[in-house]
């Protein structure tokens, strides 16, 4: 057996019903099999048994009181996964689906994303299973002041600073934010993505779909192709999938079709943002309501977004929502690039299939990285008191991503994998790491 082997079977064994956590830790894992052989020092430190166990994992419980007066309970979670190259960083979860190995895969991938971005941030994720939708402000808020109770313990400018993520987004921070200072009194950076009068950044809401899309630009830059004048499909109408189709469409591509979690819709002609904002930012509706503002449009409940045509397709919902058979049908309809906005959004067959069939394939912890990225420049400005234009958080962002893209395009091919980004953002992300945790030593 060889050391990734071991390593990848003992996850297995001592992280049971895991499933997310395993997949993700074995698609990192194989990727690295030619490094660690090259460079012993990694085994001899134990530096992959030490990467794939989180530093620390608080489980807690978060109690509140409904709109009813009913007392609720949920699971409060917080796994500060690698601290060796900066204080812990990453996002928090508000899903019923989460549960503690879908937080451990996105702590997991998070250590890599962010050695990707090449600024000095650890990786951490958290969230709990409660779920926001079709709860008062009120409720919302109680749920918060009760989770950062416990969280606060916990966090702090330079040791672990937490995000949003699904069902995490302005409101929800400014409630966090709130209680921290409430219960601390400090008025520090231990959330990003904060409001612009309490020490937000321009430009963070924007700058995971950004980023995105400046990557996917220098990727297809790269073989004398861009966005403009394609086809662009994106899953989801969140926070990723709403920027990335605002600067796809600045770009030339046309979007065509978007979903939540209910349906999708189809839009020739290029479906209306200001639309989908205003159902989604404002009205926290359902895209179903895109009828009302485009009656020529499709909406739909049955099929998929992926059996939609397209040159471009950006994944920005959710974990595994882009399948096998989903990936065969891109590939006969043409797509000639897929670049992940969501997390772990491809299942790793759908993935290889893109690859065998020469599809440029940008995985999540490279292509989704802008968000991290923006938000330590948001811890950045915090510590400096100052306040950046749009233009010049969004140049960085830009740097930012072009660099990630040559930096995976480079360790792909020095381990003669060329175009193969999936092991070259896992390689370059991992070293940078791997290399601290030796400095260090055993600790
Ligand atoms: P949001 O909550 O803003 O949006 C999520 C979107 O995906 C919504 O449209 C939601 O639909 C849809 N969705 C969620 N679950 C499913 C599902 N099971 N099937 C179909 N659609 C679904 O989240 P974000 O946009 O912030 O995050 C999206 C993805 O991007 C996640 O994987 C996240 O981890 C990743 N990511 C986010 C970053 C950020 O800065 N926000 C940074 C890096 C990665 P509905 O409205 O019906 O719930």
């Known amino acids: 057996m060889s ?24 698609e990192v894992l194989q990727s690295l099999e030619p490094v660690v052989e090259k460079n012993p020092l990694y085994q001899k430190n134990g530096i992959l048994e030490r990467m794939v166990e989180p530093n620390r994992a608080i489980l807690f419980q978060v109690p509140w009181v409904d709109d009813q007066g009913v007392v609720r309970v949920n699971k409060g979670y917080r796994v500060q996964f690698n601290n060796a190259i900066g204080p812990y960083k990453g996002g928090l979860r508000l899903h019923p689906s989460v549960n503690l190995g ?17 600024l000095p941030i650890g990786g951490g994720k958290g969230g709990s299973d409660f779920d926001p939708k079709g709860k008062s402000d009120r409720e919302v808020m109680a749920f918060c002041q009760s989770f950062m109770t416990e969280l606060y313990k916990y966090v702090g400018k330079d040791t672990d600073v937490p995000a949003g993520d699904i069902g995490v987004g302005a409101r929800e921070i400014g409630y966090l934010y709130g209680q921290y200072k409430r219960i601390t009194g400090l008025y520090e950076g231990v959330l990003t993505g904060k409001g612009l009068t309490y020490g ?5 809401k924007e700058a995971t779909g950004y980023g995105l899309v400046y990557l996917m630009e220098e990727m297809l830059s790269a ?20 920027y990335a189709a605002e600067k796809a469409t600045q770009q030339g591509g046309l979007v065509v079709a978007m979903c939540d979690s209910t349906g999708w819709i189809y839009d020739e002609k ?29 909406y739909h409940e049955d099929g998929v977004i992926w059996d939609v045509p397209c040159d471009i397709a950006l994944p920005c ?40 069939a020469g599809v440029l394939f940008a995985p999540g912890k490279a292509a989704n990285a802008g968000g991290v990225a923006t938000s330590a420049l948001e811890m950045s400005q915090n510590s400096l008191r100052l306040s950046w234009t749009f233009q010049e958080v ?30 070259g953002a896992n390689i370059a992300g991992f070293t940078k790491v791997a290399d601290t945790m030796v400095a260090h030593g055993v600790v």
């Open 3 to 26: 050391y990734v082997n071991d390593v990848l079977s003992d996850v297995i064994r001592r992280n049971p019903g895991e499933a997310e956590f395993h997949q993700a830790v074995t």
């Open 102 to 118: 879908i937080i451990k895969f996105l702590g997991f991938e998070q250590v890599f994303k962010n050695s990707l971005t090449g």
């Open 200 to 204: 937000g950044s321009l430009a963070r």
């Open 223 to 242: 073989r004398g192709k861009s966005f403009a004048g394609k086809r662009v499909v994106i899953s989801g109408s969140g926070n990723v999938a709403i």
């Open 270 to 298: 290029g479906v209306d943002l200001d639309a989908v904002k205003e159902i989604k930012e404002v009205k926290r509706g359902r895209l179903r309501l895109y009828k009302d503002y485009r009656p020529q449009a499709e």
């Open 317 to 356: 919902a959710t974990q595994n929502e882009l399948h096998l058979d989903h990936a065969q049908t891109l590939i006969k309809n043409g797509v000639i690039a897929v670049g992940e906005g969501a997390n772990m959004p491809t299942t790793p067959d759908a993935a290889h299939a893109f690859q065998q």
């Open 394 to 423: 969004d140049q960085r962002l830009k740097g930012i991503m072009v660099n990630i893209y040559h930096q995976m395009d480079q360790a792909a091919q020095k381990y003669g994998m060329k175009d193969n980004y999936i092991a």
